[in-house]
């Protein structure tokens, strides 16, 4: 392998494992302040990219653009959703029953997907989709580096609000300890409906950088769904920062692996990783408290 060869797929690497980084970021918080395992979040990923793609095809404007809309509609739809679905599950059997209502949500997004557009494969063209950039010898696509500026920027804002807010601090300590949080005064239930919407608001902006540089289908859900549960369990269940860390490692791993395995191959680094978490440090690897306790 070239040393330009070896340092474009690090590159891009890297750009794969900060998408990763935002989408598992949202997926570990539902499971930090409801202990949700939200099969759905792939394909409210999708539903975003299509989002993208139709409002691109009816308007001629660049996709990045229905973020105006589908973030706040995202927001609105989780909010509403944890509510007026998620909060009615009874406690004991929260998470399990949470897999099986997740799930039915994802197969009726990808119906709908269908029957409005078809199964047929989309793709966005923009002036910009061909073009790259040189980097030491390395060609990046400057669409790859749009995606990842959008997730960086995205998972920027999430770190502020966490920290830097009142709402951030109220919904740590739900993560942290929800009966503590309760007896501080905050409102844990609306705290829970916002940390649910602001996950699903996290899909909206992975759906419009996945639709920026991926040919998209209403079943392609199932494809990253499996490596995003892979991440958020390596991280540490309910972690964002170690979602976050493990995203970028195996983001890495699965680029560097695509050369010698070819694509579909290289995504068992994800797979590899589960197991191997699961026998030696099942609390995950970056985990707090929160992971500690599964």
Do not use: C
């Not at 500026?149 to 109220?170: D, E, H, I, N, Y």
């Not at 694509?263 to 707090?288: C, H, I, K, N």
């Amino acid at each position: 392998m070239s040393g330009s060869l070896l340092l474009q797929t690090l590159i891009l690497g890297v750009l794969l494992g900060g998408l990763y980084a935002l989408l598992a970021a949202g997926l570990t918080l539902y499971f930090g302040v409801m202990r949700v395992v939200m099969i759905a979040h792939s394909a409210f990923l999708i539903l975003a990219a299509y989002l993208a793609w139709f409002f691109h095809r009816e308007t001629g404007l660049d996709p990045l653009l229905s973020l105006l809309v589908t973030v706040p509609l995202f927001f609105g739809v989780g909010y509403v959703m944890q509510r007026g679905l998620v909060a009615r599950l009874r406690p004991a059997t929260l998470t399990m029953m949470s897999v099986l209502l997740t799930f039915a949500i994802a197969l009726t997004i990808e119906g709908l997907l269908g029957f409005f557009f078809s199964g047929t494969q989309r793709r966005i063209n923009l002036g910009y989709s061909g073009s790259s950039i040189e980097v030491l010898g390395a060609h990046v696509a400057v669409v790859k580096l749009i995606a990842f500026g959008l997730a960086a920027a995205a998972l920027a804002g999430l770190f502020l609000l966490l920290k830097m807010t009142r709402f951030g601090q109220a919904l740590r300590a739900t993560i942290q300890h929800p009966e503590a949080a309760r007896l501080l005064g905050i409102d844990t239930d609306r705290i829970a409906g916002f940390g649910f919407g602001l996950g699903l608001a996290t899909a909206a902006v992975g759906g419009t950088a996945l639709a920026l540089d991926s040919t998209i289908y209403p079943s392609l859900h199932w494809h990253w769904i499996g490596p995003l549960m892979a991440i958020i369990v390596v991280g540490g269940l309910g972690s964002i920062p170690g979602a976050a860390i493990a995203a970028l490692i195996l983001g890495v791993g699965q680029s560097l692996l695509q050369i010698p395995m070819g694509t579909t191959w290289a995504q068992t680094v994800f797979y590899v990783a589960l197991f191997a978490t699961l026998l030696v440090r099942p609390q995950g690897f970056f985990g707090g408290r929160l992971a500690q306790r599964f």
